[in-house]
């Protein structure tokens, strides 16, 4: 074969160690190596592949895909907000789960070892490796919310620990009643432990939540890989990974909403009924000024939702603008929330028409923070342990569906772009089964009256 003819079609070569080194062109007229082997058969069979592929248009060069994931990752974030024009609380929520989950080393196999998907070039990412990291995170998104939820209950009931604390170091102290003088002292200095005999409630898919949010970006990340043409295919092949808990969801019930309301402080006792029976995002809800509450001449009550609080971190909470333009609405409120609201107003709200409707005493935002302890211990007092505040809107959703409200009023009551974001938040339930029974037993029943009527005329 001529020289080139060689450098056509590849070559190979012995080395001084009695290896195989192969060289190519590629199509780009570079003159490239397929790599180093052991056996002359191994480097035919490899400058064999490289060669095919250039000739079926197929082929990648040796160091496309080469960029590490934690490169490509926050270069391509900055692109992908400007590009899909994310408000600036997604972005940080993007940031946060990237840094948190993606590109930090998740522990695995009992934290002998660790996954540190960051330092992998995109090219190595393979579906058995994302499986496995998924699988860690999922252990390790669940242990932080267990670790979280225990310091919560230690929080919400420290008597109730530093009582069985003393028990377990032989200190004398009685069921009930006040606690010895010191005690909650000595028991904070030993670092507030946890008591076994208290229960903790923790939510059976803990952890999944966190796991299929960031298993959700980095599935978005690769797509934009393909796009980049780093790769050719997405490594997120997990099945069921991507996770948004609603079907695990059990909506509080107007019961629920009432208990925790009853244990709200009395200044937020009415946005928990409000939130319940409107929908509204907790942003649109605590965002709301006099001035978007409408009361009409029937006592009906009217919401327009124009914005939304604000909240991002190290940064003082403000008012922005609502998620999307779907999300610009008028929602009208059932009687139960109607007089709620309008109580609340005449006790707490001042009178001018910006002043928040469920802000604090002195007239500013409630943080989110603040507002899931408040909940937290309300949700505890009621026996739902296991609600979130976005769950009222579940609630809000599943009674709107119940009461017949159609998808595209479904849709619109809740502010969302597109029926499939509705259809997440809708919930059977064995009484909303029931009457759909009742309502298809007075149908037949209906239809019956209406058949002996034709066959008598007849």
Known sequence: MSASAARRYGSITETATGRFWTRYTGPDGRRLTAGT???????????????SDIHRGTYAAPERGAVPLDVYAP????????????????????THVLHRWILAPVPVAGGRRTIDLGAYELRHLTPTLVDEWYGAVRKAARAAVEARTARQTVAATP???????????GRAVKDTGRLPAGLLDDWRAAGCPPAAAVPVFVDPNAGRRSAGQAYALLRTLCTGAIRDRHIDANPCQTPGAVYYGTADVRPATPGDVERIADAMPARYAAAVVVAAWSALRAGELF??????VEILDDGTVRLRV???????????????????????RVVYLP?????????????????????????????????????????????????RPDLRWHDLRHTGATRAAEAGATLAELQRRMGHSTV??????????DDGDRRLAERLAALEASDNVRHLAAVVGA
Do not use: C
């Open 420 to 429: 499939r974001a509705a259809l997440i938040y809708q919930h059977a339930t």
């Open 335 to 383: 009687p139960r929330a109607a007089r709620a609201l309008v109580e609340h107003l005449e006790r707490f709200t001042g009178a001018d028409p910006r002043a928040l409707v469920f802000g604090t005493a002195d007239g500013r935002p409630l943080t989110r923070t603040r507002r899931s302890e408040l909940f937290g211990r309300a949700k505890r007092a009621a026996g």
């Open 37 to 51: 082997y052991d056996t002359r058969r191994e480097a035919e069979a490899a400058l064999a592949g490289v060669l």
């Open 306 to 328: 124009e914005q939304a609080l604000e909240e991002l971190e190290h940064q003082p909470v403000r008012i922005g603008d609502v998620k999307s333009r779907a999300s610009r």
């Open 159 to 169: 008597n109730a620990h530093a009582r069985a604390w003393a028990r377990q170091n």
């Open 287 to 292: 965002a709301l000024q006099r001035r978007h």
């Open 75 to 94: 270069r391509w974030l900055e692109r992908h907000a400007v590009a899909a024009d994310l408000r600036a609380r997604t972005v940080e929520t993007y």
